[in-house]
């Protein structure tokens, strides 16, 4: 297999550029000495003097075509702030998108953004999107990891329609972003506009949609000079009450009230180099995870970051294995963050103190428990986590990079430290690899352990054929703790995985086909011992219509052993998304055939998963979103029949008062139904309703007044056992917070 993989490289490094992307395009960026209103209405002397720019290109489907439809941007700057305008044209301006939805939330509608790569590095560029209506969407695009909204910064911006299209103002405060110390720099940048109802993205500069870089095909903004390097503090204070009930011994009761100070830090040490802190932050999501499918299944669920000192500033950590996902820090008590750019070089320093290792629900899951020998040496003590990246760009669009973490618990620790890279061979041919060592001492039995892990990903595009190999190989005492490792299931022996895939590109601005591609892949896993873990062949189709409707369909072929046994399996899925109507945006999700059940007995059965889910806009301030997600598995063995089934589906509305003020309600019902020999038959349902009222004029700065509610009830019919016929209150909350910025 190894051979395989240095043959398949060794060939497809030695193709050169078939379709080789434009030189990036240069502007001067006109510089100006007064402010403006941000109103949409673009009646200030300045935009008379700015630099306009206004030839776009088709980027998608089909790229470097001339624009449909007209675009306009005006961009100009003073010591203080980066001006950004856009006009968009529509032949028919009934056929705008836009509503009146929060920050983050616009992917729907019709959107203009502007791309900035401040450190000219051809690596990271910050992504500001503005709806008609102006609301806003920013976030980072990393080169080789695509874009990441968590971030968000402090901007204005206002959108207003007219006649033939509308207009977006902006005002980015250079405070607000970090670039260079440097008397005079160079931006690259790149202007993008998306028109639903054409199923378009257009871009200045024009842009090659099948080249492995994006940032480093921006074009320039020239001798930007006499910038003030200012670095701003920003003073979170935020206060929070909440009070709890809950059934505790058949009897529901409240807690006291509870109320929290804390405390968050921002300051900037250069131009380009952040510190961050926290003191006992609010670390309480204002909307709870959306539970997922978590009934027989061997890999462990993962869960998206939301809370924000974990969001500004975490792109410089983030590496081809996850050896930092934050979801592990559970409970803060505070932390420290260090993150920025000097140069040709990138650092990172990430530092938090965890109370959640303390806990009796923590420490059971290690098997230590009240009265066992290491109880009372873990008991009640925090963990302390720390994080140190270092990245250097080199050559052309490459980097390489070092990262080093650590956890500290007790007596035990998790120690992890190794390389990284990204090479840019050219537009056509990059490559991805990382090399850790983890050493470990375990909590309870004082076990040392250590093993590496190694990843690498080369990946060919082109007009005609796109190829992946990918491997990865970890030890089978490789611990990330500060980390996440999505195959720890199979760990017990170790495992090596290698998967080839290949794919090719159909896309035209014309016809009733956009985008048409084709892909195969297979891959293995096997274990350090060499047996075979997983095999699998896949074939696929991905339809993009014209009529805003996109298609998958996949076909599997699967050898999977599982409890010493082999077992193959067939399985196709089907996926469909329409948004054709500016008022409904639909999909659904379907995945079918054979299944493992992954107990005791373990044996082959028949498996059903569906995900459907659809948005509701009757308006541009109202928004109803309802989804549905059903797993089931069915199957016979020893003449018995067994049945499991989960479903979840989850409704939820908001209405955007203003682009401040809103009030979200969210419904859920999940249901849990399984039947076997031993349990007979077993039903449990869980009701959950969360209400929040929240202003938001900013980042930072918000005001919410919320209640969390959940009911259950559990039948173990045919036993006699917990005949429990309807919901009961299990816990409930009321809560408020509120917090301001303050930026000296």
């Known amino acids: 297999m190894q051979a395989r993989l240095t043959v398949w490289l060794a060939a497809f490094c030695l193709v050169g550029v078939l379709d080789a992307a434009p030189g990036p395009f240069s502007r001067e960026l006109a510089r100006v000495d007064q402010t403006i209103t941000v109103d949409g209405r673009l009646t200030e002397p300045i935009w008379k003097k700015a630099t306009r720019i206004d030839d776009f290109y088709t980027f998608m489907p089909e790229a470097g075509l001339p624009a449909q439809e007209r675009t306009a941007a005006l961009l100009a700057y003073d ?17 705008i998108r836009a509503t009146l939805a929060k920050r983050d939330r616009i992917d729907d509608d019709d959107v203009v953004a502007i791309f900035i790569d401040t450190f000219d590095g051809s690596q990271t560029a910050y992504r500001f999107s503005f709806n008609p209506l102006g609301i806003q969407s920013d976030g980072l695009y990393r080169e080789f990891v695509g874009e ?28 607000s972003i970090s670039f260079p110390d440097k008397d005079v720099m160079n931006w690259r940048i790149a202007l993008f506009r ?14 090659d949609n099948f080249s492995t870089e994006f940032v480093g095909q921006l074009g ?19 206060v929070t009450a909440s009070q709890s009930g809950r059934l505790k011994n058949d009897a529901f009761s409240y807690d006291p009230l509870k109320a929290n100070f804390g405390l968050g830090l921002k300051y900037g040490l250069t131009s380009g180099i952040n510190i961050y802190g926290t003191y006992r932050p609010d670390f309480s999501q204002v909307e709870s995870d959306a539970n997922l499918i978590d009934v027989n299944r061997r890999s462990p669920l993962y869960y998206r970051e939301k809370r924000l000192f974990f969001l500004e500033g975490m792109d410089i950590f983030e590496t081809p294995i996850e050896a930092l996902y934050t979801r592990q820090i559970v409970d803060p008590v505070g932390g420290l963050k260090l993150s920025g750019n000097a ?13 959640w290792q303390g806990t009796d629900d923590f420490l059971r899951g ?8 290491t109880y009372g040496a873990y008991s009640g003590k925090n963990s302390l986590s720390n994080t140190l990246r270092l990245r250097r760009n080199i050559l052309d669009n490459s980097t390489v990079g070092v990262l080093l973490t650590d956890r500290e618990f007790g007596e035990s620790f998790n120690r992890v430290g190794g390389v990284d890279g990204k090479l840019s061979l050219n537009e056509s041919n990059v490559i991805a690899f990382q090399g850790l060592y983890t050493w470990t001492r375990e909590a309870g039995s004082g076990e040392e352990i250590s093993d590496p892990v190694y990843y690498f990903n080369y990946i060919f595009t082109s007009s005609i054929l796109g190829v992946q190999l990918f491997y990865q190989d970890y030890g089978k005492n490789v611990r990330l703790q500060n980390g996440f490792i999505r195959r720890s299931d199979i760990l017990d022996n170790g495992f090596r995985d290698a998967t080839f895939q290949v794919w090719h590109d159909f896309r035209s601005t014309n016809g009733w086909i956009q985008q048409y591609r084709p892909s195969a892949y297979f891959s293995q896993i096997y274990d350090h011992g060499s047996a075979l873990l997983e095999e699998t062949y896949y074939l696929g189709n991905n339809i993009i219509f014209n009529g805003k409707t996109s298609v998958d369909i996949g076909l599997f072929r699967k050898r999977e052993s599982y409890r010493n046994s082999m077992f193959t399996k067939f399985n196709y899925s089907f996926y469909l998304r329409n948004t054709y ?50 797993y089931k598995f069915s199957g016979e063995n020893g003449g018995f029949d067994y049945g499991l089934s989960q479903n979840i589906p989850r409704l939820k509305v908001n209405w955007q008062f203003t682009r401040s003020w809103s009030l979200r309600l969210i419904a859920e019902h999940q249901s849990l139904r399984f039947a076997n020999p031993a349990l007979q038959a077993y039903e449990y349902d869980d009701l959950s309703l969360s209400v929040l009222f929240s202003y938001e004029p900013s980042p930072g700065t918000v005001f919410y007044l919320g209640y969390n509610d959940l009911q259950s009830r559990q039948d173990q019919f045919n036993s006699g056992v917990w005949p429990v016929p309807d919901y009961r209150r299990q816990n409930n909350v009321f809560f408020t917070k509120l917090s301001y910025l303050f930026r000296y």
Do not use: C
Request: net charge positive; hydrophobic share 40%.
């Open 148 to 175: 990441d909204l968590k971030p968000d910064f402090l901007y204005y911006s206002k959108g207003r329609l007219f006649s033939r299209g509308y207009i977006v103002e902006a005002r980015i405060p250079f405070s």
């Open 366 to 373: 290690l098997g230590i428990t009240p009265g066992s020998e």
């Open 343 to 355: 140069g040709e070089y990138s650092i990172g320093l990430l530092s938090a103190v965890d109370s």
């Open 79 to 95: 010591a203080d702030n980066l001006y950004v305008a856009f006009i968009a044209f529509y032949d028919d301006p009934s056929k």
């Open 581 to 630: 109507f500016r008022w409904l945006i639909a999909s659904m999700y379907y995945y079918g055939g054979d299944d493992i059940y992954y107990s005791n007995p373990a044996f082959l059965g028949r498996t059903d998963f569906a995900r459907f889910g659809f948005t509701l806009k009757p308006n541009p301030m109202l928004s109803i979103f309802f989804s549905n997600r059903y």
């Open 194 to 207: 998306r028109t639903q109802y054409l199923n378009h993205d257009i871009t200045w500069p024009r842009l």
């Open 220 to 238: 320039q903004l020239k001798n930007i000079s006499g910038i003030n390097a200012r670095r701003p503090v920003s003073i979170l204070p935020e």
